[in-house]
């Protein structure tokens, strides 16, 4: 199933990036390049550096001209996820280009890599609120609080996992099929966002 291979690396990117905790930290992908475990790594350890920059940016004495900076780090790190998340889609669109949807097929309103995309952040938020639960600086309740917001975060990935391996399999079957559309993100394109080329 799919869904165990996306938990089991975004588990494991999680798991090492906390070996230092630094944004900035070098990493070697263990995978093979090309392949969609690769990806899948990659595509977290973006994830994991961003989750990092928000809180970054979130401190309240944070000084102004850092703040940009975190801004404007976190605006790449997003167009960076998006252009993985797509390369993600591309990869499933070509394992499945010879699967000639039926009749009856429907389309998905969410793409696999779109799914697997929110598979990814539900992990880190585990990772991170599973911390919460072992605390010994709060109050009981909020322990309680936080044991059970860790409870439905675990429920989420259950139900989510569920949800891409039956998306994968339909599409297997040929009952749906996928279209990639990209982002088209704006805001960092010179040629669209009205600030920067406003400025030529």
């Given at each position: 199933?799919?869904?165990?291979?996306?938990?089991?690396?975004?588990?494991?990117?999680?798991?090492?990036?906390?070996?230092?905790?630094?944004?900035?930290?070098?990493?070697?992908?263990?995978?093979?390049?090309?392949?969609?475990?690769?990806?899948?790594?990659?595509?977290?350890?973006i994830?994991?550096?961003?989750?990092?920059?928000?809180?970054?940016?979130?401190?309240?004495?944070?000084?102004?001209?850092?703040?940009?900076?975190?801004?404007?780090?976190?605006?790449?790190?997003?167009?960076?996820?998006?252009?993985?998340?797509?390369?993600?889609?591309?990869?499933?669109?070509?394992?499945?280009?010879?699967?000639?949807?039926?009749?009856?097929?429907?389309?998905?309103?969410?793409?696999?890599?779109?799914?697997?995309?929110?598979?990814?952040?539900?992990?880190?938020?585990?990772?991170?609120?599973?911390?919460?639960t072992?605390?010994?600086?709060?109050?009981?309740?909020?322990?309680?609080?936080?044991?059970?917001?860790?409870?439905?975060?675990?429920?989420q990935?259950?139900?989510?996992?569920?949800?891409?391996?039956?998306?994968?399999?339909?599409?297997?079957?040929?009952?749906?099929?996928?279209?990639?559309?990209?982002?088209?993100?704006?805001?960092?394109?010179?040629?669209?966002?009205?600030?920067?080329?406003?400025?030529?």
């Amino acid at each position: 199933m799919i869904s165990a291979k996306c938990n089991e690396i975004f588990e494991r990117v999680a798991n090492d990036y906390h070996q230092h905790n630094e944004i900035d930290h070098a990493y070697t992908n263990p995978f093979e390049s090309g392949t969609l475990d690769f990806l899948l790594y990659k595509k977290s350890w973006i994830d994991t550096q961003q989750w990092h920059m928000e809180d970054e940016i979130r401190n309240p004495s944070i000084e102004p001209a850092k703040a940009v900076y975190w801004k404007r780090r976190i605006d790449k790190s997003n167009q960076d996820r998006t252009d993985i998340v797509e390369v993600i889609d591309g990869y499933f669109l070509d394992k499945y280009k010879d699967i000639q949807p039926k009749a009856s097929a429907r389309f998905n309103t969410e793409s696999p890599a779109g799914a697997i995309d929110r598979l990814a952040v539900l992990i880190l938020k585990i990772y991170h609120m599973r911390e919460q639960t072992e605390r010994m600086d709060v109050s009981d309740e909020l322990l309680t609080k936080n044991q059970d917001k860790l409870a439905i975060l675990l429920q989420q990935r259950s139900d989510l996992s569920l949800a891409i391996d039956e998306l994968i399999e339909d599409i297997e079957n040929g009952d749906k099929y996928m279209k990639v559309y990209r982002q088209m993100k704006m805001y960092n394109d010179p040629e669209l966002n009205p600030v920067l080329y406003n400025k030529k």
